[in-house]
């Protein structure tokens, strides 16, 4: 039976339980924890699944950022009795209404789910709620959202369809952090912060839009995942916002990648959506910020004029742009005009003679090959969202060796009886690897991997709130009391030293443990800062190399 702990420095907490057998922590949201309390529960007091499981459902009790999601904890938990209730009458009524609070928020498949298990599993008196409606195709194919009606300034229409479909969405509201303002990622759920990290404090698009009619609420942000191969192109200061001219700089990047383009919510900069990875090296320079994960881009939906309205496949153009923009050194004269791929010859693609061997070695530099080897699919829709991501990886390594891809996916753990089922003329496999070849352009050896060469960011120079590479050595390793931490402690280099923190690497296979006195460069890794001290976040999305 669940057991739950209050935090003591901050609203919420956390619940310790075991689910089909595997131990588990459950995030507790504020408002979750606010319920618990006034149902009678107090720290360290075990909580009845007649309340944990309406509570997952909903989504104010969660996943920790790396583990099971909603779906595989509701699977674990075995049906309740709506004849056996361990809940009194005065509980269950003050259970109901905080569920009924929250049936406006939920998207129709998490309303469906928490409809049947009041119906089966509770003696809760039953809602009724309509919910959005769903239009099949003409010719009875997938269902599309139709989004309801909204008094906000969003022109949902003019969202790419790729971004109304997915689950990825956070709002936003201004706040002034060490004298800067910033936008501060908001659940749509109950209002409480949210974490592009952790798919238990994202919606679907229409219950944010619903949430833009509360109080502090800013506006929409979209999660950039390792699931979506969408990345963003932020561009600041580059727009007069009463005239609508652009740089000279901002025009020739927009017209380089030539993808849906729109304002941001000052008017003064735009945000550029393409389908790609960004390559290894620094993200932003002089206004120029590109991400592809663990960071969220507000949307307004402003269309900038004479763009395209969907996101397309730019991995050259993205290339491009990072080498004249962002990875160029800072003393290095500024180009006068873009290479583009049809005006100068595109990105070369070299022979490779990698051996399945060596694609593998080469592979598992990157923490995101190695989680989809070994056959995890969390932060994917589906099995086959999962198979195109490692068959993209596949295409950059083999240089789009059609044969040699098959040959080293067959070794993976995502191999499975489908991947030889018949499509038409072709199987599954074969129009994967097909669709992935089309999806990478050119082989780029130094996109995913740990490159040696690529510049690191020396310790002193470390910015917050972005992805960094660095190259330190550890000084000092603790304990950890904490279920979701394996490690803590200081990393130094020659600049300074910075916290470290690496979290629940079980569940993302971490092949090195850090001890003291050893040098490791870590890519990816995601800089923070938390009671006024920078943290390193070394997690799934992180490359960990020992020097």
């Known amino acids: 039976m669940p057991k ?84 009194n009458e005065s509980q269950q009524e003050k259970l109901r209404e905080y569920l009924h609070q929250r049936v406006g928020d939920l998207s129709e498949p998490v309303f469906d789910r928490l409809a049947t298990f009041i119906e089966t599993e509770s003696p809760l008196e039953s809602f009724s709620q309509t919910k959005i409606s769903i239009k099949e195709t003409a010719e009875g194919g997938p269902a599309e959202l139709q989004i309801p009606p909204t008094e906000s300034d969003i022109d949902l229409e003019a969202i790419p369809a790729e971004l109304r479909r997915a689950d990825s969405w956070l709002c936003w509201r201004r706040e002034t952090r060490d004298s800067k303002p910033t936008k501060v990622p908001i659940s749509p759920h109950d209002g409480e912060f949210g974490k592009v990290n952790d798919e238990s404090t994202w919606a679907s698009l229409e219950v944010a839009v619903d949430a833009l009619s509360r109080d502090g609420i800013d506006g929409l942000g979209f999660v950039f995942t390792e699931g979506n191969t969408v990345a963003g192109i932020d561009l600041d200061h580059i727009r007069n916002p009463e005239s609508g001219d652009l740089s000279s700089k901002a025009t020739d990047i927009i017209e380089t990648l030539d993808s849906y383009t729109e304002v941001s919510p000052s008017g003064t900069g735009v945000h550029v959506l393409v389908k790609g990875f960004i390559p290894d090296g620094r993200q932003r320079h002089d206004g120029v910020e590109l991400y592809d994960s663990d960071r969220f881009f507000t949307v307004t939906s402003e269309h900038l004029p004479d763009t395209p309205r969907e996101i397309r496949v730019r991995h050259d153009e993205l290339a491009v742009v990072h080498e004249e923009y962002v990875s160029r050194d800072e003393e290095s004269t500024p180009p006068t005009t873009t290479s583009r791929p049809n005006q100068t010859p595109e990105i070369p693609k070299p022979e490779t003679d990698l051996n399945a061997e060596e694609v593998i070695t080469y592979g598992h530099r990157n923490q995101k090959f190695r989680q989809l080897w070994n056959g995890k699919t969390t932060g994917y829709p589906s099995h086959s969202e999962a198979d195109m991501a490692l068959c993209v990886l596949l295409a950059y390594y083999t240089g789009d060796d059609k044969s040699l891809m098959d040959t080293v996916f067959r070794r993976s753990k995502l191999m499975r009886d489908k991947w030889d ?103 990816d890794a995601w800089i923070t800062e938390y009671q006024g001290q920078r943290q390193v976040h070394i997690n799934e999305h992180t490359a960990v190399e020992e020097h």
């Not at 319920?35 to 009845?48: A, H, R």
């Not at 920790?64 to 809940?87: F, Q």
């Not at 002193?460 to 550890?474: F, N, P, R």
């Open 4 to 87: 739950f702990h209050e935090y003591q420095s901050k609203p919420g907490g956390y619940i310790q339980t075991s689910i089909d057998g595997t131990p588990q922590t459950l995030h507790v949201s504020p408002s979750a924890g606010t319920l618990l309390k006034e149902l009678g529960f107090e720290y360290g007091d075990y909580i009845p699944r007649d309340v944990t499981k309406p509570l997952i459902i909903v989504g104010t009790i969660g996943t920790k950022p790396h583990g099971r999601t909603k779906w595989e904890l509701l699977d674990g938990i075995p049906e309740l009795s709506t004849e056996y209730c361990e809940l």
């Open 421 to 523: 089922e018949l499509r038409g003329n072709q199987t599954y496999g074969e129009l994967t690897l097909e669709k992935a070849i089309q999806f990478v352009d050119s082989y780029d050896p130094h996109l995913h991997g740990v490159d040696a060469a690529a510049p690191h960011t020396p310790i002193g120079q470390l910015d917050t709130e972005h992805k960094a590479t660095l190259e330190a050595t550890v000084e000092t390793v603790e304990s950890v009391p904490a279920d979701t931490i394996d490690q803590a402690g200081e990393l130094a280099d020659d600049t300074g030293q910075i916290r470290f923190v690496v979290w629940d690497s079980e569940y993302w296979d971490l092949e090195e443990e850090f001890t003291e006195g050893s040098t490791y460069r870590l890519a």
